[in-house]
């Protein structure tokens, strides 16, 4: 199993990116993937999720700025960052597990995304 993460970069405040994770190795339309993000001295947060079915979960900070989705043809879950700020900043990782499971067992390599005021 192999999740492959791209997408990261610099923006502006206010700009925009979008985050890319394909996978590989698993019957990706059975599994949730989420998006995380780390900065340094803090611990992995959980940004944003997407189901087998497509619903969604954000946490509030990104609710209305982020948005997640998923191409299962592609194995692949986007997630477009819009009106970015700068506590944005951070290694973002997306993970994956079967559905119905607790843990996320797969992560991919992380991406920095990096947004200047």
């Known amino acids: 199993v192999q999740l492959q993460a791209s997408g990261g970069g610099l923006a502006q405040a206010g700009g925009s990116l979008r985050l890319s994770c394909v996978a590989s190795?698993?019957?990706?339309?059975?599994?949730?993937i989420g998006w995380f993000r780390q900065t340094p001295g803090k611990e992995r947060e959980l940004v944003a999720s997407?189901?087998?079915?497509?619903?969604?979960y954000l946490i509030d900070s990104v609710e209305g700025r982020f948005t997640i989705s998923r191409d299962n043809a592609k194995k692949t879950v986007y997630l477009q960052m819009n009106s970015l700020k700068p506590e944005d900043t951070a290694v973002y990782y997306c993970a994956g597990k079967f559905r119905g499971t607790s843990d996320y067992g797969y992560w991919g390599q992380g991406t920095q995304v990096t947004v200047s005021s």
């Open positions: 190795g698993l019957t990706f339309a059975n599994y949730v």
């Open positions: 997407i189901y087998t079915k497509s619903a969604t």
